[in-house]
Nanobody
Framework: QVQLVESGGGLVQAGGSLRLSCAAS????????MGWFRQAPGKEREFVAA????????DYSDAVKGRFTISRDNAKNTVYLQMNSLKPEDTAVYYC????????????????????WGQGTQVTVSS
């Protein structure tokens, strides 16, 4: 019952910044944890970041910790991923996902499992 649409992807030079947005619709958005994932060519999809439905808890992969920030604005039904100090290895299709939780626990998300997925947006970092 959640539909997700990513936007904000594009081409950026190494060291630059980009902000991705995920617009959500559906009655369960306000009670869903949200996550960002990415998949590079020839690689498996991997966990990037997650945020609780209230925004009070976050989790990041070691690869992006300190460079990326996940946030949400429930009034706008939107989740963001601010990406700074981008590297060529960040190049991938980035996917937004939603997952229902009774308590904060990112175990399932870290295993790249979620209830709803967007179609993805391409991020390319040039060197």
């Amino acid at each position: 019952q959640v539909q997700l649409v990513e936007s904000g992807g594009g081409l950026v030079q190494a060291g630059g910044s980009l902000r991705l947005s995920c617009a959500a619709s559906g009655r369960t958005f306000g009670t869903s944890a949200m996550g960002w994932f990415r998949q590079a060519p020839g690689k498996e999809r991997e966990f990037v970041a997650a945020i609780s439905w209230s925004g009070g808890n976050t989790d990041y992969s070691d690869a992006v910790k300190g460079r990326f920030t996940i946030s949400r604005d429930n009034a706008k039904n939107t989740v963001y991923l601010q990406m700074n100090s981008l590297k060529p290895e960040d190049t991938a299709v980035y996917y937004c996902a939603a997952d229902t939780m009774t308590r904060w626990d990112t175990t399932r998300l870290r295993r790249v499992s979620a209830d709803y997925w967007g179609q993805g947006t391409q991020v390319t970092v040039s060197s």
